[in-house]
């Protein structure tokens, strides 16, 4: 008890000492979950319960790299206010001393289960991998249980990122794995009271069901039934750029598929991006008293340019992705922001039927937090194309959809490029540095980090079309950090 205190004191000196430094930081987001010092990963443990959000993150407190991670956690009522609790695990223990990685939370018996990665380095730097329950009574303090589920046979130690949930009588975890033969994998283990877990073996992976060589590790895996479909997504490392896919260092995405439970098998189609912008990792969901399937992911990505971030002179990076509801529609994965958003709504412009022409520029002031909104009286058949904040563009061609920024040490620009059949409609959500952009009501969406200067604020668009566009100027949401 006395360790864990010792170490939240320190990280309550580490916030306080970056308050200053955040405040003034003109990309800090306006309603978007980031860390108050340190950098923030992967959402952990989302759970609804009593009223209660709770939202728990990879974090590393006390730098702006990755490395020794604690679980954060932030509460809410409502998904749009948010408070920050003490850091909920932080790697004390012997197996968990070098992270306290990704995982899920459950409730049972009136208490909260969150089920972790224990990370464990020796000096030669050799990695062990532990399987860790820890239980809380009120949501708030965690007392940890220790290892429930050692590394099976055949598995490297990349075997991580425990989604539980419950099936019928039983309990059912998935995680991301590697095979001994280098090849990822979403492997199952059951339990009937939570701390004895059975491993049962792979669902799906590189080279099963049907699927080529698909990756070396496959991270973040979370099964769940949306629509009478079991959809699974995963994080698979190590696919190769293939024309104007996986074109990140890393991928987000999942499969359509049957999931029998009596046979533990997952009969599938092919995968999906979920996302087609530069920064959407290890998104994780989990439904609320609604019955909404909601989807909270990373905002960023663990590459080369990760380290250029200008936040990172102010001590922190990255952040989550607003909450969005999931649903199927014509075999497809839809994500739309949760209508919580719509309470952040202040100040509005509204344009109907407008008409542009070949060469005429519509220009407009966007605060930098606004939600701009796109209907086109008629699907775009020419080109549509916005510059937003003089840094971000999006355009519309020949069936091709394409979001382009500027890198973010402002040198040049790259861009992200996908096939869309028809442009109907556009969502974008913007924040100080960040752009969600939610395309035929979220038939695909595009998300990224941008870090315009201060003073940019016109959106223009240019076309040949007709359409009626609502921005609204958004209200920060109130987050509880310090
Ligand atoms: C995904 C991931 C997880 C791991 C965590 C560590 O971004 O690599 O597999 O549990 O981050 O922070």
């Not at 249980?145 to 099976?152: A, D, M, N, S, T």
């Not at 070396?216 to 949306?226: K, R």
């Not at 990172?312 to 969005?324: E, M, S």
Request: with cysteine; aromatic share 12%; hydrophobic share 35%.
């Amino acid at each position: 008890m006395f360790q864990k205190s010792a170490f939240q004191k320190h990280i309550d000196e580490k916030v306080e000492d970056n308050r200053r430094l955040v405040e003034a930081d003109p990309h800090r987001l306006d309603y978007h979950l980031m860390p108050p010092a340190g950098l923030l990963n992967d959402p952990n443990g989302l759970i609804y319960h009593q009223g209660v959000y709770h939202v728990f993150f990879q974090w590393n407190p006390f730098e702006t790299a990755h490395g020794k991670k604690a679980w954060g956690h932030y509460v809410s009522a409502d998904l749009i206010n948010w408070t920050l609790e003490p850091a909920a695990l932080i790697p004390d223990a012997w197996y968990d001393k070098n992270g306290c990685y990704s995982g899920s939370a459950v409730m049972h018996d009136g208490r909260m289960h969150l089920f972790y990665t224990g990370n464990v380095k020796d000096e030669g730097d050799r990695r062990s991998t532990y399987q860790c329950l820890a239980v809380s009574e009120d949501g708030v303090d965690f007392e940890k249980k220790g290892p429930v589920l050692h590394l099976p046979d055949g598995y490297t130690p990349h075997f991580r990122d425990p989604k539980v949930w419950k099936e019928g009588d039983r309990w059912l975890m998935i995680l991301g794995a590697q095979n001994m033969h280098g090849k990822g994998e979403a492997v199952l283990a059951s339990s009937n009271d939570l701390t004895d877990w059975e491993f049962i073996g792979p669902i799906a992976g590189s080279g099963m069901n049907g699927l080529p060589d698909f990756g070396y590790m496959w991270e973040c895996p979370d099964l769940f039934t949306l629509d009478s479909k079991d959809i699974l997504i995963v994080c698979p490392q190590g696919l190769e750029a293939e024309g104007d896919d996986y074109p990140n260092l890393f991928q987000a995405g999942y499969f359509v598929g049957d999931f029998d439970s009596v046979t533990n098998t997952y009969m599938h189609g092919d995968f999906v991006e979920l996302d087609r912008g530069f920064d959407f990792y290890a998104p994780q969901t989990f439904t609320d008293d609604d019955g909404r399937r909601i989807l909270i992911g990373w905002m960023g990505m663990t590459d080369d340019q990760e380290q250029d971030q200008p936040t990172i002179r102010n001590n922190w990076i990255h952040a989550l992705t607003i909450p969005r509801t999931l649903e199927m529609r014509d075999g497809v994965l839809v994500q739309q922001p949760v209508a919580e958003l719509r309470q952040l709504r202040g100040k509005r412009k509204h344009y109907s039927q407008l008409a542009l022409e070949k060469d005429v520029v519509f220009r407009e002031v966007a605060a930098p937090s606004s939600e701009i909104l796109l209907e086109f009286n008629r699907p775009v058949d020419g080109r549509f194309e916005m510059e937003i904040r003089n840094d971000l563009k999006i355009s519309y061609m020949d069936g091709r959809f394409t979001v382009q920024r500027k890198t973010f040490d402002g040198a040049s620009s790259e861009q992200r490029t996908f096939a869309l059949d028809t442009l109907s409609g556009l969502q974008i959500f913007l924040d100080r540095s960040s752009v969600e952009i939610f395309i035929n009501g979220g038939e695909a969406v595009a998300t990224s980090r941008y870090f315009p200067a201060e003073n940019d604020d016109a959106v223009e668009i240019r076309g040949h079309m007709h359409f009626d566009l609502s921005l609204w100027e958004l209200e920060g949401s109130a987050i509880d950090m310090f």
